[in-house]
């Protein structure tokens, strides 16, 4: 149930960065003068279920487990959501820089 727990963070940070960097489904470009700059930046539908196809497959290798541990299992969701978190700030904070670079 560990190795489940942990493929969460992966997942995690997917939804967050759909929800917080607002991610669309497709990508517009522009070009203006050899210019490109991303209106939308996408997750695509590969990298999509490749993160549900490996949370099933986690699930389904955990199946069998019968050991609980709520104190264990409290602090690796934390942990989770702090990984989560991490990853989507540094996103944004990255994306920002390359817009801030493309304006001057």
């Known amino acids: 149930m560990f ?3 942990r493929r969460f963070s ?3 940070t997917m939804i967050g960065e759909q929800i917080i960097l607002r991610y669309k ?6 070009s203006i003068d050899f210019l490109f700059f991303f209106i939308r930046q996408t997750q695509s539908l590969i990298a999509q279920s490749s993160v549900y196809l490996m949370l099933i497959g986690a699930m ?5 487990d019968l050991t609980f541990n709520w104190f264990g299992y409290v602090f690796l ?3 989770n959501l702090c990984t989560a ?5 540094i996103k944004q904070k990255l ?6 670079k493309s304006s001057i």
């Open 95 to 100: 994306v920002n820089k390359v817009k801030i």
């Open 77 to 79: 969701l934390m942990n």
């Open 3 to 5: 190795t489940v727990l």
């Open 10 to 12: 992966i997942w995690l």
């Open 60 to 64: 389904i290798a955990a199946s069998d």
């Open 85 to 89: 978190a991490q990853g989507v700030v």
């Open 25 to 30: 489904s497709s990508v517009y470009l522009i």
